[in-house]
């Protein structure tokens, strides 16, 4: 990122969430003790019958064999050891059902809850945590580590709540220190601003980007984008690539006061070869998670930060003439961890087959109700976009009350 856009963007992300009141009424949020959101966002349409809900047909399973957790009676795939012995802060969502088997559509959906169109941008769930959060730091409300420049971001709401994008979580905010030249602009901008009429509103927000950013700037709290802060033995646990950075500086971010953070992977489009893919890919997700929820656990965090594992749809029970999975949104799965739910629970079920979903079925509006609902976010409250289109946060969907605690 080239200093301009870092301090546009910083600026956009920071100015007002802490000086100006939300005009979609951040009031109406109710108490909740989930503070943060980690949402991990497996890009490319996770195999549920590989992961979440393997199946004992052999023409269906392939070499994928389901192993048991440390909750009796629930099975996964045999990639995630590691998460089976944390089976008991788990709640598994295997009758997720979605309409849309494109990854562009899938994936909007299953961030804003609307359906892609071309005449409006909805916001994604993190924006709407952003909206609505009480911000202690200096720092953004909202992150997106790895993420798409095809983002929804904060959509037809005010570009403040947009996600603070971080490129390669190994590499922080570069070009975030100052310098004499930036100094100088700096200097120059306060002049001038002594002189502006800041009465008027388009002036006073525009001094007030520059005081936010300058804020930023100065602030102690860039030190948690530097993972070498950390132990070399932290960093090999969580995993040297870059989910498993990703997950470490999203635990340094909710340590650090951030409400949402938002963490893309991609690769998980197993059309060619989806066994081989995944035996690199699942192992990865594995210690990633596995290390974050006792990292959480150990420093108190857990109870207030709930861990989001989110794909767009899943893949075809049948195996295609290249030992791959192709798209199917009828069914697949997805996972909550930590605060605001129950652990070492199972919710929904699918065919024998994994084809289709059998009991409970559930949309992704109704799989970001449930997030929306353990942040405690104004579900009900009906919000206009600049248009004068009302909307709500999460469309039409419906928490999972029974996987809330």
């Given at each position: 990122?080239?200093?301009?856009?870092?301090?546009?963007?910083?600026?956009?992300?920071?100015?007002?969430?802490?000086?100006?009141?939300?005009?979609?009424g951040?009031?109406?949020?109710?108490?909740?003790?989930?503070?943060?959101?980690?949402?991990?966002?497996?890009?490319?349409?996770?195999?549920?019958?590989?992961?979440?809900?393997?199946?004992?047909?052999?023409?269906i399973?392939?070499?994928?064999?389901?192993?048991d957790?440390?909750?009796?009676?629930?099975?996964?795939?045999?990639?995630?050891?590691?998460?089976?012995?944390?089976?008991?802060?788990?709640?598994?969502?295997?009758?997720?059902?979605?309409?849309?088997?494109?990854?562009?559509?899938?994936q909007?959906?299953?961030?804003?809850?609307?359906?892609?169109?071309?005449?409006?941008?909805h916001?994604?769930?993190?924006?709407?945590?952003?909206?609505?959060?009480?911000q202690?730091?200096?720092?953004p409300?909202?992150?997106?580590?790895?993420?798409?420049?095809?983002?929804?971001?904060?959509?037809?709401?005010?570009?403040?709540f947009?996600?603070l994008?971080?490129?390669?979580p190994?590499?922080?905010?570069?070009n975030?220190?100052?310098d004499?030249?930036?100094?100088?602009?700096?200097?120059?901008?306060?002049?001038?601003n002594k002189?502006?009429?800041?009465?008027?509103p388009?002036?006073?927000e525009y001094?007030?980007?520059?005081?936010?950013?300058?804020?930023v700037?100065?602030?102690?709290?860039?030190?948690?984008?530097?993972?070498n802060?950390?132990?070399?033995?932290?960093?090999?646990?969580?995993?040297?690539?870059?989910?498993?950075?990703?997950?470490?500086?999203?635990?340094?971010?909710?340590?650090?006061?951030?409400?949402?953070?938002?963490?893309?992977?991609?690769?998980?489009?197993?059309?060619?070869?989806?066994?081989?893919?995944?035996?690199?890919?699942?192992p990865?997700?594995?210690?990633a998670?596995?290390?974050?929820?006792?990292?959480?656990?150990?420093?108190?965090?857990?109870?207030?930060?709930?861990?989001?594992?989110?794909?767009?749809?899943g893949?075809?029970?049948?195996?295609n003439?290249?030992?791959?999975?192709?798209?199917?949104?009828?069914?697949?799965?997805?996972?909550?961890?930590?605060?605001?739910?129950?652990?070492?629970?199972?919710?929904?079920?699918?065919d024998?087959?994994?084809?289709?979903?059998?009991e409970?079925k559930?949309?992704p509006?109704?799989?970001?109700?449930?997030?929306?609902?353990?942040?405690?976010?104004?579900?009900?409250?009906?919000?206009?976009?600049?248009?004068?289109?009302p909307?709500?946060?999460?469309?039409?969907?419906?928490?999972?009350?029974?996987?809330?605690s």
């Amino acid at each position: 990122m080239k200093r301009k856009d870092f301090i546009q963007n910083t600026a956009y992300s920071l100015f007002g969430i802490s000086a100006l009141p939300s005009v979609y009424g951040n009031t109406a949020k109710t108490p909740s003790k989930v503070k943060s959101v980690i949402y991990i966002y497996l890009q490319g349409g996770l195999s549920h019958l590989d992961s979440f809900d393997p199946k004992t047909d052999e023409e269906i399973k392939g070499p994928t064999e389901a192993i048991d957790t440390n909750v009796p009676g629930i099975q996964i795939g045999q990639h995630l050891p590691k998460v089976a012995q944390i089976m008991d802060k788990i709640a598994i969502v295997r009758s997720m059902s979605s309409n849309a088997g494109a990854h562009k559509q899938g994936q909007y959906l299953a961030r804003t809850s609307y359906q892609l169109r071309g005449s409006i941008v909805h916001p994604a769930l993190g924006a709407w945590a952003a909206n609505n959060a009480d911000q202690n730091t200096s720092l953004p409300a909202y992150m997106l580590i790895n993420g798409p420049s095809s983002h929804p971001g904060a959509g037809y709401l005010p570009k403040k709540f947009s996600p603070l994008p971080i490129v390669d979580p190994n590499k922080g905010l570069p070009n975030s220190k100052k310098d004499s030249k930036l100094e100088e602009r700096l200097g120059l901008l306060s002049s001038v601003n002594k002189g502006a009429n800041i009465k008027q509103p388009k002036v006073a927000e525009y001094v007030q980007f520059y005081d936010e950013t300058l804020k930023v700037l100065n602030s102690k709290d860039l030190e948690v984008f530097n993972l070498n802060k950390e132990p070399s033995n932290k960093r090999q646990d969580y995993g040297m690539n870059k989910l498993g950075q990703g997950c470490l500086l999203a635990k340094r971010l909710v340590k650090n006061g951030t409400t949402y953070v938002e963490i893309e992977n991609g690769g998980w489009d197993t059309h060619v070869n989806n066994f081989e893919k995944l035996e690199q890919k699942l192992p990865e997700v594995d210690t990633a998670v596995s290390a974050l929820v006792k990292d959480l656990e150990v420093e108190g965090l857990l109870d207030s930060t709930l861990v989001v594992i989110a794909t767009e749809f899943g893949r075809t029970p049948k195996i295609n003439g290249n030992t791959g999975r192709d798209h199917h949104p009828a069914c697949y799965s997805c996972a909550l961890i930590g605060a605001g739910i129950k652990g070492g629970v199972v919710y929904g079920e699918t065919d024998k087959q994994g084809n289709r979903v059998k009991e409970n079925k559930v949309s992704p509006q109704d799989f970001n109700a449930t997030i929306a609902s353990a942040l405690g976010l104004p579900l009900e409250q009906e919000v206009f976009s600049p248009s004068g289109r009302p909307f709500h946060i999460t469309g039409k969907g419906k928490p999972i009350k029974q996987i809330l605690s």
